[in-house]
């Protein structure tokens, strides 16, 4: 097959991108807009630098040489879209613009019809190569629905909101302190963040009511603050991005009765959040 430059300099960048990401056998993201959870639509969108819609213009089956790395039960297409709109992402791209996608055979081992579909991008421009475009992960590219693009958008108008959380890397310091009085108690764990702003785990217990903990994004408690909602930002970096335990470390200068209240405490929070629900595999999932 002869390329047109354009997809020439595309197969050449693309190649070794698509080898490495070889072993990853998962399918493709389902057209069911529910299919794929809260924390995979944010690892993607936090990971793209453009979110685009576009209509496929027209697609090429790749093979041999330019179809190296290719999954078992998957093919290779290079695909031209026009964009329809720019979700999120810097303005400039171009009318039409390209990419490479592995996409699974059907049941029948036919190869997917992408030629005039309605599409979500989630990528990252190509420097030096307008209107290309790399998809952040294999499942980057997914059938538009209203209630995707919203959801994205959603997603996107908290990331980049000058209020929005940081992201959790793991656990420093933690305390809990006895009330004056038997089943009273605090305690505080502080996170720690990878542009190190202050986060914090507080919970309060009180004889004959039910344990209360909420979250402070600041150097001072919030006396105001709650448990965040389910599916925010703030819940995602928790629920994703906290550790399974409290590390010993954390708990290391305190009583051994103070240390254990504070891992029940701990242990109170992640059942608070529930699971992640990231049904990547870290190797799939694009990097935040």
Known sequence: MKCQPKLAGLLLFGALTFASAASSQTPALSQNSAAESYADLTDLALAARATVIVTVRNTIRL??????????????FYVEGDVDALIAGRTGLPAT???????PLDAANHPPKLKKQKLI????????????????????????????????RAILSEANSPSAPPVVTGVGHAFHVAGSIPGEGETQIFLKTADNRPVSLNIERHPGEDPRWSVSLGEIVDDQAAAPKHETLLWYRLACGLPSTLPDDAVADQAADDAAQARDDY?????????CGRTTTRAEAPAD
């Open 63 to 76: 093979k041999g040489p330019d179809a190296v790395g290719v999954a078992p039960g998957y093919v290779r």
């Open 97 to 103: 613009v390209s990419w490479l996608v592995d996409m």
């Open 121 to 152: 991008l989630l990528a990252r421009p190509i420097p030096g190569k307008a209107g290309t475009l790399q998809l952040v992960s294999r499942k980057a590219q997914l059938a538009w629905t209203p209630e995707r693009e919203q959801r994205l």
């Open 267 to 275: 242990r109170l929070v992640l059942k608070g959040l529930g699971p």
